[in-house]
Structures are given as C-alpha cells and as structure tokens.
T-cell receptor
Framework: GNSVTQMEGPVTLSEEAFLTINCTYT??????LFWYVQYPGEGLQLLLK???ADDKGSNKGFEATYRKETTSFHLEKGSVQVSDSAVYFC?????????????WGLGTSLAVNP | EAGVTQFPSHSVIEKGQTVTLRCDPI?????LYWYRRVMGKEIKFLLHFVKESKQDESGMPNNRFLAERTGGTYSTLKVQPAELEDSGVYFCASSRAGGLREQYFGPGTRLTVT
C-alpha cells in the first residue's frame, strides 16, 4: 500500500542553521509528492510539490527533490529563520484515476531560536 | 477569494452525543475532502466529494460517521454517537476540478469527546 515515513521531531535549530527533514515513501505507480506546513494557529498550507521523478519543488527558500531511486523527498533549507517555526508534513497523492486523496507522514515540529 | 472555512473551531461533547461539523469550500471548487488527525498519529483521509457525489469514502472509520454535501456546496460531517476515540482535529480541503489541483485547507475543527 501507500505510506509516508517522516523523521520524528521536534527539531530545534538556531537561526541561519541548515535544515533537513527526511521523508521517504512507499507507493505503487507514480505518485505526486508534497510538503505542507502548518504555522502556529493557522491551517495547512502547501509549501511545495513535485509530480514526477527528478522534479525539484521550491518555495520560500525550501527545496525538495523527488528521488524515485531512493523513494525520498527530503525537505531542505539553507538558512532557517525564526518565522519558519512550524509543523511540516510530507504527503503523497497516489494519482490513481480521479482519486487525489493525500496520504500523510506524522509531521515534524520545527522550532527556530534567535 | 474567501478560503475554506470550518465550523465550529472547537467542540467538546460527551460520549454518546451527536456532533455535526461543517465545511464551506472555496466557491467553485468541485472537490471537497475530509481528513482527521488523531493526537500523536498522522493525518488520515476520510472521504472525497466531487460536487455532491461521494468519489471515495474508503477512509470513513465506521457507520457512526455520515458525510453529506447537498447541492455540491458546503459539506457536513456528523458523528453519532460520538466515542472517545473520535477526538481529534478534523480538516476539510477543497480543490478545483481536473488534474492534480492544489488542495486548500480549512483551519480545522478540534473535537474533544469526554
């Protein structure tokens, strides 16, 4: 079946540190991959996505590359800011027919200290 | 354009009672999804509407949960009777028709069953 495994948090970093949040997946076929972010007190927002192998999604300084050979979609940012403190979710969509449901990882809480 | 709205934001009920959650999608979005996050676990898909029709309800936990989307606009999710394990955050999302469209999420309803 389809599943997403995400590194456990919480992750605590100092401002300007490098961030990696690991995400691996199990899927049949050719899923699309996503990172969502939930800032404190807000709803889930799409951060970036990739729809095929070797695609790189990027937004707000965050990047993730769809690696089919390692079934991974790790989230990276070169220099985090306090405002990046949030919970980050990795997710996939199986892309089976008209079904676009999202399958989620557990979420990783990130706290960035000044 | 107004975002996805959910009502109520919080609900505390006793075991055995009934609760109805409401989701208003973004106007013009044919797809509507319900998800749930139980504390400490990943967000789980519940069901997917296309307009007023249930496209996929494979994630509904049991027959105590009833979702409707009359007229293809807003949706309700009723839990009757509620059990302790139904506690969690219920998210609604909507997207436009066709292809892999971004799902826009509401802020969620936090349900606590005591």
């Amino acid at each position: 079946g389809n599943s997403v495994t995400q590194m456990e948090g919480p992750v605590t970093l100092s401002e300007e540190a490098f961030l990696t949040i690991n995400c691996t997946y199990t899927a049949t076929g050719y899923p699309s991959l996503f990172w969502y972010v939930q800032y404190p007190g807000e709803g889930l927002q799409l951060l970036l996505k990739a729809t095929k192998a070797d695609d790189k999604g990027s937004n707000k300084g965050f990047e993730a590359t769809y690696r089919k050979e390692t079934t991974s979609f790790h989230l990276e940012k070169g220099s985090v800011q306090v405002s990046d403190s949030a919970v980050y979710f990795c997710a996939l969509s199986p892309n089976a027919g008209n079904n676009r449901k999202l399958i989620w990882g557990l979420g990783t809480s990130l706290a960035v200290n000044p | 354009e107004a975002g996805v709205t959910q009502f109520p934001s919080h609900s505390v009920i006793e075991k055995g009672q009934t609760v109805t959650l409401r989701c208003d999608p973004i106007s013009g979005h044919d797809n509507l999804y319900w998800y749930r996050r139980v504390m400490g676990k990943e967000i789980k898909f519940l069901l997917h509407f296309v307009k007023e029709s249930k496209q996929d309800e494979s994630g509904m936990p049991n027959n105590r949960f009833l979702a409707e989307r009359t007229g293809g606009t807003y949706s309700t999710l009723k839990v009757q009777p509620a059990e302790l394990e139904d506690s969690g955050v219920y998210f609604c999302a909507s997207s436009r028709a066709g292809g892999l469209r971004e799902q826009y999420f509401g802020p969620g309803t936090r349900l606590t069953v005591t």
